[in-house]
């Protein structure tokens, strides 16, 4: 009995000697254990904080770039960067960039292969740098941290980001099959001849009033005007198409051969069929030309269609070899007989935008909104 309570005696001691022991680890590790957690939540703190200053920087620079570049207003371009960087918050709140946080400036680059190189000042300005920062002299402060654990409580951060309006060389290609004689608002099927026709119409006389050529007409006269608003120079070509495509104007800066090349049709519009494909391998000769077109240029074809594809197969299989080759495409739809879902999805393959026009007006919007989209690159 009396061994027996000399061993609980024991235990009861070395119990509390290890719990002791324990404690006293406990002591001296949790300081650690604090100082680690607090260690990882500011690591995790500061690369977040990172993406966010970079793509409210990127969002930011690359509004301001396409502001500038269509109104040479260098305080609407800081207004838009600010209005984007509201809805991009850094660190629960928005950058706010200072007229002193954007430049004005020309970004050009060797190669094909090299990288863009920005130079502020200058004159043709293709670009814009714009300096995201939160740091102690920058409007919203430094950011501070989550777990001040350590001598500094705050981080300085400072991103920038340069937009580049590129270089562009562009190919329109335009729907001349015998539908485009007939108004948007009527069935394009001959007989009978487009309503607005004189008596004795035909094929191959002058295009008749109210007819969808005309209208697409007003529409490449109001991208080319857009177009020629902007301090860059783009080069412009124009293909039609019907049973087969032609290379009407190889690119070129004269705006006017291409108005030229389009009125040639106005003035006798034949019939035929619908070989968008054609015109898009036309298209791809045209911008890979040796003589006229620019190496280091990003190459654009606007497909515009009022109908459905009849001759030279799926213009979704051409576009993909098509955008293999560099070229990004852009497709129009107008009137209610175009086949949406094809153009869409060449679109698609072509790595760029559709969009439907089902009146002159509207096409003449969506020329201009895609004069507005032309490729503007975040080079920096």
């Known amino acids: ?17 290890q719990q002791g022991v324990s404690l006293v680890m406990i002591a001296i590790m949790l300081p650690i254990l604090i100082l680690l957690c607090g260690f990882a939540i ?13 793509c409210a920087t990127d969002a930011s620079a690359r509004a301001a770039g396409r ?6 207003d260098r305080a609407l371009a800081l207004q838009i960067a600010n209005e984007i960087a509201d809805r991009n918050p850094v660190s629960g709140s928005p950058l706010k960039f200072r007229p002193e946080d954007l430049e004005i400036g020309v970004s050009i680059r060797n190669d094909v292969g090299a990288r863009y190189r920005f130079t502020p000042g200058g004159t043709d300005t293709n670009a814009v740098r714009l300096h995201g920062l939160r740091t102690d002299d920058s409007p919203n402060g430094a950011v501070n941290y989550i777990f001040p654990v350590f001598t500094s409580k705050t981080i300085q951060f400072a991103k ?34 487009p309503s607005t026709a004189p008596a004795g119409w035909t094929f191959d006389s002058p295009v008749p009033p109210n007819s969808r050529w005309l209208d697409a007409i007003d529409a490449a006269d109001a991208f080319l005007s857009r177009l020629s608003e902007t301090p860059q120079r783009e080069k412009v070509a124009l293909v039609t198409y019907a049973d087969n495509a032609n290379v009407d104007v190889p690119l070129s800066h004269t705006y006017a051969d291409i108005e030229f090349g389009l009125n040639t049709y106005s003035n006798s519009l034949g019939g035929g069929g619908t070989n968008i494909s054609s015109g898009l391998r036309r ?23 009022d109908g459905k594809y009849n001759l030279g197969g799926n213009p979704g299989i051409v576009a993909q070899s098509i955008a293999g080759a560099g070229v990004t495409i852009f497709t ?36 201009e909104e895609i004069a507005k989209t032309l490729p503007t690159l975040l080079t920096e």
């Open 1 to 17: 009995m009396r061994l027996s309570r000399r061993r609980n005696s024991f235990h009861r001691k070395s119990l509390a000697s």
């Open 42 to 54: 500011n690591l995790s703190q500061v690369q977040l904080v990172r993406t966010e200053i970079q």
């Open 67 to 72: 502001t500038y570049n269509s109104t040479q």
């Open 160 to 193: 920038s980001a340069v937009s580049t309006q590129a270089e562009v060389d562009i190919v329109l290609v335009f729907d001349r099959s015998g539908s485009m004689a007939y108004a948007t608002d009527e069935p394009a099927s001959f007989p009978p001849a």
């Open 283 to 305: 298209a791809a000769r045209a911008l890979t030309n040796d003589t006229t077109a620019r190496p280091f240029a990003t190459k654009v074809a606007i497909v515009m269609t």
């Open 332 to 367: 129009v739809t107008f009137s209610e007989e175009a086949d949406e879902q094809t153009m869409i999805e060449t679109a698609m393959s072509g790595g760029g935008l559709h969009f439907h026009a089902q009146t002159r007006d509207d096409l003449i919007t969506v020329f």
